[in-house]
């Protein structure tokens, strides 16, 4: 299951990005790493929400600021 | 108080006979035809299934991946012809003040394509499924506002609106920003992606545009007594101003001077042309008054001639009211005929063909006259280019809503 999360998350990632493959690991910070504003965090937010057709809350996404941050929380909830 | 001379000194154009200003001259000057089946989507139910088009346009080819998806088409194109516009003007922007650069660059519309995609999404997964680049991709001062991010360029930066009066009334504006020395430089001109599935059913429904499906290069038919309609297009055009003392101080290229501009409102219907002219009258004598010239002084009039069949009359009928029988000696033209018409990109890309008709002193041809309409019954350079040297050019722009705005252009002379 959390493979299955975790390659949707990156495909999410890389789609929206325009980032390379390679650079998205669990440790890679959004804003710091990965080139996102604060517009792109959003999108991000909303495509794994439409993707794992599920509602992630402010006060969490608040939280999810890494690669590996989205696919323990989406792991955890799909559980 | 005291204004400057105001000259174009660098040209971009991305438009369907040409991906570059010296390409759209070539294809202008050829006859070239933009117009072709639409394809990127499926048009079998549509009244209308064919438009002036960009040929094999790949955005990527322009802009990196992400760059792509957040930018709607109607900036893309416009980052483009800027592109352009600055290389071609030579400047040197490591050593300007880019403070006094100013952008003005318009759309009709705005990100089209993208208000259907995000009402489509809206539609599947309610107001969490609509993107936060929603907004930011559709308004239309975004195009300005995307030109200054890329460039540094921080000087007066907004867009006027007015439907296919946009390229025009954005191009008026900017010299004035440089006539009246509010910025060293102007990049000016219009842009529109209509070509769109929203796009050409609105328009079919309006039964505004040409349904010629059996032969879709032949639909845009100014002046001809078999015209049916517009045929839409999509494109940018965009220009270089500057003052002559600084074109001249640093020995740019100068394409031509603007000299003057007349806008106006027709105040009559919202999508309708005046028959009896009242407000193009205005535009166009007002335009003259401002570059102090009079009606004998002008040599040619790239008109706005859509190919509808009301349209086409009442410009001919305005054109012979304001200049009288001067108005047969003035080489008249349609340049829709080969690129469609543009919308907000229409009054930049069309005073593009009008200011390089004066500098290559070639008048480019109204293709596809075959019957001429005895109602329009001037000379419209049918279907071949004519050499004659052009001191005087305007460009009419006419813009739903009733907006109207001629252009004037001069050959640079000292």
């Known amino acids: ?79 | 108080m005291s204004t400057r001379r105001v000259v174009v000194t660098g040209i971009g154009a991305f438009t369907p006979i040409g991906k570059s200003a010296p390409d759209f001259w070539n294809g202008l000057v050829s006859g070239k035809n933009g117009v072709r089946n639409v394809e990127h989507f499926d048009t079998s139910n549509f009244a209308t299934k064919f438009a002036a088009q960009i040929e094999d346009y790949e955005p990527t080819d322009y802009f990196d991946r992400k760059e792509a998806r957040r930018l709607d088409k109607v900036a893309q194109y416009a980052l483009i012809a800027s592109e352009e516009a600055i290389k071609d003007s030579k400047l040197d922007l490591e050593k300007i003040n880019k403070d006094e650069v100013a952008v003005l660059v318009g759309t009709g519309i705005g990100g089209m394509e993208t208000f259907y995609e995000q009402s489509v999404s809206f539609h599947e997964h309610g107001p969490r499924g609509v993107s936060p680049f929603f907004i930011p991709m559709l308004i239309p001062d975004i195009v300005s506002g995307q030109i200054s991010i890329r460039y540094g360029f921080r000087g007066p930066n907004f867009c006027a609106v007015s439907a296919c009066a946009t390229g025009s009334h954005n191009i008026g504006l900017a010299y004035d920003s440089i006539r009246y020395g509010q910025s060293d430089y102007a990049l000016a001109g219009g842009t529109e992606a209509p070509v769109t599935r929203i796009g050409i059913s609105g328009f079919n429904s309006m039964k505004a545009m040409s349904t010629r499906n059996d032969s879709p290069e032949t639909a845009s038919r100014p002046f001809d007594k078999d015209r049916d309609g517009f045929v839409l297009g999509e494109g940018a055009g965009i220009f270089m101003l500057e003052s002559l003392d600084s074109a001249l101080e640093r020995g740019a290229r100068i394409y031509g001077e603007i000299k003057g501009y007349g806008f106006s409102a027709d105040a009559y219907h919202i999508t309708a042309p005046d028959p009896d002219g009242n407000g193009v009258t205005l535009a166009m004598s007002r335009a003259m008054e401002s570059a102090g010239i009079k009606p004998e002084d002008v040599d040619h009039i790239n008109m706005h001639g859509t190919s509808t069949p009301l349209g086409d009359v009442a410009e001919t009928n305005t054109i012979k009211k304001v200049f009288g029988d001067h108005a047969k000696n003035i080489n008249l033209n349609s340049t829709k005929s080969m690129h469609g018409h543009t919308l907000g990109a229409a009054g930049a890309i069309e005073s593009i063909a009008t200011l390089l008709a004066i500098y290559h002193g070639t008048v480019p041809p109204t293709i596809n006259i075959e019957n001429q309409d005895p109602e329009c019954d001037l000379n419209y350079t049918a279907n071949e280019s004519v050499v004659r040297d052009v001191k005087y050019a305007l460009n009419n722009a006419f813009g739903f809503g009733g907006h109207n705005s001629t252009l004037v252009f001069k050959k640079y002379q000292d």
């Open chain 1, 1 to 79: 299951m959390s493979q299955d999360v975790e390659s949707k998350v990156k495909a999410i990632i890389v789609d929206k990005l325009g980032v390379d493959e390679s650079e998205v690991v669990a440790e890679a910070n959004f804003t710091n790493d990965l080139g996102a504003d604060s517009l792109d965090t959003v999108e991000l937010i909303m495509e794994f929400e439409k993707e794992f057709d599920l509602s992630i809350p402010d006060e969490d996404a608040e939280n999810i600021a890494t690669v590996g941050d989205a696919v323990t929380y989406l792991t955890g909830k799909l559980s």
